[in-house]
């Protein structure tokens, strides 16, 4: 989580894919997605969490996965597992789900697992066919990516996954369907729409999956059946068919469940209004949705684009919602609770698991890295949970920057647009004298390729956030310096 907001800031910094507009008062017509009161992350016990990891550690036999077999799986998982494996359509799947869905508590415990892995799936129920009539109408841009990667998943799941259930899974979140009241679906009409379909219907169906996981206790570990992915006829001499999964993989899971939920409560939280708009005006500079003749030549620089986000209909993109609070405080929450799930998966694993192998995850290969990731994770622990300024080094550089953490969430930018660059390099062509040779002395042209580049920044803008920032050049060493957590190069200065 704290890797998603600090690389969001360097989209902003180092992209310059925008620029910085001077805020205005917004005369707000879109007050934003509603914070029902019944979105709360479930209640838990700290001290039987933990315990719970450490006995279900302790359960590991010195075994391998020849020792897992069949008998190990609940009658119900098997029955249900073939059930799903004879699923031909879009209309089959739903009834499986809603069925999955209904008899929940009825079911064990392998069962309950494997129903908070597959049961968000029904929010994302025809969503490629809801979202393709806006983005054919709004932006050639982003239309053409977003086919790209849905083209690409039905190729992959023909080619490695040939099966009919598969099959019907891609038809389920692809085609359209007719509602309850014998209707057919309705697309989405514009982006104020997705966002409050994410925030009534993904969010709410994540934050149940999340506490039926949270509820779950696995110290017993349960058995996963791998055809229960790839088909009845998969793993026929049963090698490596079944893995384990107990109280560590649990809150590995949790842990990207609360992830996931932060995420999506920031992207609710800021206005996106004619945000396909503006991707539509962009794309025109790359060539997507027209071409301008004068950028063939020229390319496209930030200062161009920024002067699409400039233009007054795109004033209200990336502004707080009145509704922003509340879901950023959401946010926050849900971005500690994650941290707390993997740390204690972490913290109280095996150091090295006997048979390992038996076991989704397997903590023997993350343990080449173990001190690495035990750094990481103390390092990240320690800035989430921290409601005071926290200093991080670089260890390429030996560049130090702060961050309040805490502040990003409790006093949210009220426009991001704050954060992007005001001034740009200017000059088509630059020159230079040669040194050397036969023509030395000789002065060269060249392109500026540096032109349109982002130079300077509102600094103000930064300093609740990164209270270091006080000159332009902190803003570069504040971005160079998060760009080194990709290399694990980030460490806490104090």
């Known amino acids: 989580m704290l890797k998603q907001v600090f690389m969001c800031t360097l989209i902003f910094l180092l992209s310059s894919n925008l620029t910085y507009a001077k805020i205005k008062p917004v005369s707000q017509k879109y007050y934003g997605p509603e914070f029902n009161s019944s979105y709360v992350l479930p209640e838990v016990n700290e001290p039987k969490i933990v315990e719970r990891i450490k006995n279900s550690e302790s359960k590991r036999r010195p075994a391998n996965t020849s020792s897992l077999d069949e008998s190990m799986m609940s009658v119900k998982l098997k029955e249900i597992i073939k059930r799903v494996h004879t699923l031909k359509t879009s209309e089959d799947f739903e009834a499986v789900l809603t069925e999955l869905n209904s008899n929940y508590d009825s079911y064990p415990n392998d069962v309950k697992f494997y129903i908070t892995q597959v049961e968000t799936i029904k929010s994302f129920r025809g969503i490629a066919y809801r979202l393709a009539a806006l983005l054919e109408k709004k932006s050639n841009f982003l239309h053409s990516q977003i086919l790209t990667q849905v083209k690409k998943i039905a190729a992959n799941s023909n080619v490695l996954l040939p099966y ?3 099959k019907a899974g891609f038809e389920y979140i692809t085609s359209p369907y007719i509602t309850a009241n014998g209707k057919l679906v309705e697309t989405f009409k514009d982006e104020k729409e997705i966002q409050n379909y994410i925030a009534t219907e993904i969010i709410p169906a994540l934050i149940k999956s999340t506490k039926r996981l949270e509820a779950l206790d696995l110290t017993e570990p ?17 090698i490596k068919r079944f893995k384990l999964i107990g109280e560590f993989e649990k809150n590995i899971a949790l842990g990207a469940s609360y ?3 932060s ?7 800021y206005n996106v209004d004619k945000a396909f708009d503006l991707y539509k005006d962009i794309g025109f500079l790359f060539g997507f949705d ?5 950028n063939a030549v020229n390319g496209v620089s930030s200062e161009k684009i920024s002067k699409v986000i400039r233009k007054p209909q795109f004033e209200h993109i990336g502004t707080l919602l009145p509704t922003g609070a509340k879901w950023m405080s959401f946010a926050y929450i849900s971005s500690q609770r994650a941290m707390k799930r993997l740390n204690d998966a972490w913290t109280n694993s095996e150091i090295g698991r006997v048979n390992g192998d038996s076991y989704i995850v397997n903590t023997d290969f993350l343990n080449i890295n173990r001190e690495n990731i035990t750094d990481n994770i103390k390092t990240i622990n320690r800035i989430i949970w921290s409601k005071d300024i926290e200093s991080l080094r670089s260890t390429v550089t030996g560049e130090v920057i702060q961050i309040n953490y805490h502040e990003w969430f409790s006093n949210p930018p009220k426009d991001l647009k704050a954060f992007l660059p005001i001034a740009f390099e200017t000059g088509k062509n630059v020159s230079r004298k040669i040194v050397s040779g036969v023509a030395a002395g000789r002065v060269v042209s060249y392109r500026n390729y540096t032109e349109g580049m ?3 920044y509102n600094v103000a803008s930064f ?7 006080k000159t332009q050049d902190d803003v570069f060493k504040t971005a160079r310096v998060l760009s080194h957590m990709n290399g694990d190069w980030l460490k806490l200065a104090k």
């Open 164 to 166: 009919q259930h598969i």
């Open 259 to 261: 992830s996931s939920l």
């Open 463 to 469: 300093a609740p956030y990164f209270p270091n920032i």
């Open 454 to 456: 982002a130079k300077a």
């Open 290 to 294: 027209g071409f301008g003749i004068l």
């Open 222 to 238: 349960v058995i996963w059946d791998q055809r229960a992915t790839y088909g009845d006829e998969s793993f026929i001499d049963n």
């Open 263 to 269: 995420s999506l409560a920031i992207l609710v939280s």
